[in-house]
């Protein structure tokens, strides 16, 4: 305090409001207050986001990106198992091991892109700390796993698709019975997604994710593909144990004279159902990764 306000200060009589100089209220302006002697109120975080915004929100960026990069392997998927299917002809005329044959051609497509890419996918992600960036986002884990597998599956559907017209020229089988493709792709799509994404979240290196992709790929060509009246009955119960296995099942009841569509929806259901399953773990194998 200057001498100058010192002796303001006596002059002022009592009761009286001193008034300080115009330097002192700058200075005082100009002084800030010790932790201590004002509570700030913390900022508000902004909410959590909601299970289908950002399963929208990943859907989408995994779309954009994977319509660059993945459609050249879609083309290969496509082409492996139409020509699987000519290499078939040779050896089935026709009957049920025909509707096997195309069936499970078609639904390879699904599980070389869902399981097979996306094992890929997850174990480089993992490898490269790319599940850093996703965990820090205020999204839910199941919309990041759900997001990203639905985006693979939505791929399979063209190469299903042509892969089945061809296999019903190839065959000489009926082509009334493809609509079911619209319900076995994204069935039988969810339950390999969710199985090649837990594959690839926990293997413990990315070289053991991408060779689980293909051991599980390859699964699914030898179980879904042959057909099961030529298999001995260890290999059935195996291949039962393969989530594409109903989608395929599903699939050939429609080429027959008269479908048995009860015994279709029971093998969809079962499919749909191994898909919650696998999905779940998927979204806990994701939550386990990103907390390491």
């Not at 413990?204 to 879904?224: D, H, I, K, N, Y």
């Not at 195996?238 to 009841?253: C, K, M």
């Given at each position: 305090m200057t001498e100058r306000s010192t002796r303001a200060a006596a002059d002022t009589p009592p009761g009286a409001v001193a008034t300080a100089e115009p330097g002192e209220r700058a200075g005082a302006r100009g002084r800030t207050e010790t932790p201590g002697s004002a509570a700030v109120p913390p900022a508000s975080l902004a909410p959590r986001a909601g299970l289908f915004p950002a399963l929208a929100a990943v859907y989408k960026a995994q779309l954009s990106r994977a319509r660059v990069s993945r459609i050249p392997l879609?083309?290969?998927?496509?082409?492996?198992?139409?020509?699987?299917?000519i290499l078939m002809r040779g050896v089935v005329d026709g009957g049920s091991e025909a509707r096997a044959v195309v069936a499970g051609s078609s639904v390879l497509v699904v599980a070389f892109v869902a399981l097979n890419?996306?094992?890929?996918?997850f174990g480089q992600l993992r490898a490269s700390g790319g599940l850093d960036h996703y965990a820090t986002l205020p999204v839910p884990p199941a919309s990041v796993v759900l997001g990203a597998a639905a985006a693979y599956a939505s791929f399979t559907l063209p190469g299903t698709l042509v892969t089945a017209v061809f296999g019903c020229v190839l065959f000489g089988l009926p082509?009334?019975?493809?609509?079911?493709?619209?319900?076995?792709?994204?069935?039988?799509g969810a339950a390999l997604a969710g199985l090649?994404?837990?594959l690839g979240l926990l293997a413990p290196r990315q070289e053991l994710a991408t060779l689980a992709g293909q051991l599980g790929m390859s699964a699914a060509l030898l179980l879904g593909?042959?057909?099961p009246e030529r298999m001995p009955a260890v290999i059935v119960w195996a291949r039962d144990l393969l989530p594409s296995t109903y989608g395929v099942e599903a699939f050939a009841r429609?080429?027959?004279?008269h479908p048995d569509w009860a015994a279709v929806a029971v093998d969809l259901g079962v499919c749909g159902a191994v898909g919650v399953l696998?999905?779940?773990l998927a979204t806990w194998a994701y939550r386990r990764a990103a907390v390491r």
């Amino acid at each position: 305090m200057t001498e100058r306000s010192t002796r303001a200060a006596a002059d002022t009589p009592p009761g009286a409001v001193a008034t300080a100089e115009p330097g002192e209220r700058a200075g005082a302006r100009g002084r800030t207050e010790t932790p201590g002697s004002a509570a700030v109120p913390p900022a508000s975080l902004a909410p959590r986001a909601g299970l289908f915004p950002a399963l929208a929100a990943v859907y989408k960026a995994q779309l954009s990106r994977a319509r660059v990069s993945r459609i050249p392997l879609l083309f290969v998927a496509t082409f492996q198992s139409v020509g699987i299917m000519i290499l078939m002809r040779g050896v089935v005329d026709g009957g049920s091991e025909a509707r096997a044959v195309v069936a499970g051609s078609s639904v390879l497509v699904v599980a070389f892109v869902a399981l097979n890419l996306l094992a890929q996918y997850f174990g480089q992600l993992r490898a490269s700390g790319g599940l850093d960036h996703y965990a820090t986002l205020p999204v839910p884990p199941a919309s990041v796993v759900l997001g990203a597998a639905a985006a693979y599956a939505s791929f399979t559907l063209p190469g299903t698709l042509v892969t089945a017209v061809f296999g019903c020229v190839l065959f000489g089988l009926p082509m009334g019975g493809l609509w079911i493709l619209a319900a076995v792709v994204p069935l039988a799509g969810a339950a390999l997604a969710g199985l090649g994404a837990a594959l690839g979240l926990l293997a413990p290196r990315q070289e053991l994710a991408t060779l689980a992709g293909q051991l599980g790929m390859s699964a699914a060509l030898l179980l879904g593909v042959l057909p099961p009246e030529r298999m001995p009955a260890v290999i059935v119960w195996a291949r039962d144990l393969l989530p594409s296995t109903y989608g395929v099942e599903a699939f050939a009841r429609t080429f027959a004279p008269h479908p048995d569509w009860a015994a279709v929806a029971v093998d969809l259901g079962v499919c749909g159902a191994v898909g919650v399953l696998s999905l779940a773990l998927a979204t806990w194998a994701y939550r386990r990764a990103a907390v390491r």
